[in-house]
């Protein structure tokens, strides 16, 4: 069975405050591992798919990156607009199956 | 990035009502479309997915006779909870995808279910 970690559940940052959010999988067979942002009371928006270990993608302050067991998405100089839950999930078998972790919630303050 | 929209994005019925929940995409034609259910504080469970045409594929553990799913065309699908119960207030999400994007999926803003 597949399963998405993700660490840590919350994160208070100050404004331009760097920091790493970390998401560990186990999946049979890795279609895709995709990053999402999510505010309350909206659905999921996405953000970036990593096909491979190597793998790296950029978007604004936002950097997830991939190895073979887990992912990071680096957020470099945050802004208070930054902050929402961001959701890891994992694509495996055929790309229909889609494994989603509790999410970090982000929190940057001013 | 594509956009699918969901409606309502609330709605409060009833205990034994049936509440019908839409999710459209609307730049694209998705083939297969998902329906999510989220509690507080967890993650995303998948209920089901549907691909246009043909019947809804159920995870364990969905009820499929109070969970109606139908997926009459390639930019439609729709979650009917029948005879609704407070326990089954929660955050509905359907989400898309379409064999021409990749692999990614794309999300509605979600409907908060509240029976009473």
């Known amino acids: 069975e597949d399963q998405v970690t993700q660490s840590p559940e919350a994160l208070r940052l100050q404004e331009g405050e760097s920091s790493s959010l970390n998401c560990s999988y186990t999946v049979s067979g890795l279609r895709g591992l995709f990053w999402y942002r999510q505010d309350p009371g909206k659905g999921p928006e996405f953000l970036f798919t990593?096909?491979?270990a190597g793998e790296e993608k950029e978007k604004e302050r936002l950097k997830a990156t991939l190895t073979k067991k887990e992912s990071f998405l680096h957020i470099t100089a945050p802004k208070p607009e930054d902050s929402a839950t961001y959701l890891c999930?994992?694509?495996?078998?055929?790309?229909?199956?889609?494994?989603f972790g509790i999410g970090t919630k982000l929190q940057v303050i001013p | 990035g594509a956009v699918v929209s969901q409606h309502p994005s609330w709605v409060i019925c009833k205990s034994g009502t049936s509440v019908k929940i839409e999710c459209r995409s609307l730049d694209f034609q998705a083939t297969t479309m998902f329906w999510y259910r989220q509690f507080p504080k967890q993650s995303l469970m998948l209920m089901a997915t549907?691909?246009?045409?043909?019947?809804?594929?159920?995870e364990q553990g969905v009820e499929k006779d109070k969970f109606l799913i139908n997926h009459a065309s390639l930019t439609l699908s729709t979650l009917t909870v029948t005879s609704a119960h407070p326990e089954d207030s929660s955050f509905y999400i359907c989400?898309?995808?379409?064999?021409?994007?990749?692999?990614?999926?794309?999300f509605g803003q979600g409907t908060r279910l509240t029976v009473v």
């Open positions: 990593l096909y491979s």
């Open positions: 999930a994992v694509g495996s078998g055929g790309y229909q199956k889609v494994t």
């Open positions: 989400s898309a995808i379409t064999q021409r994007m990749n692999t990614e999926a794309f």
């Open positions: 549907s691909n246009e045409g043909s019947k809804a594929t159920y």
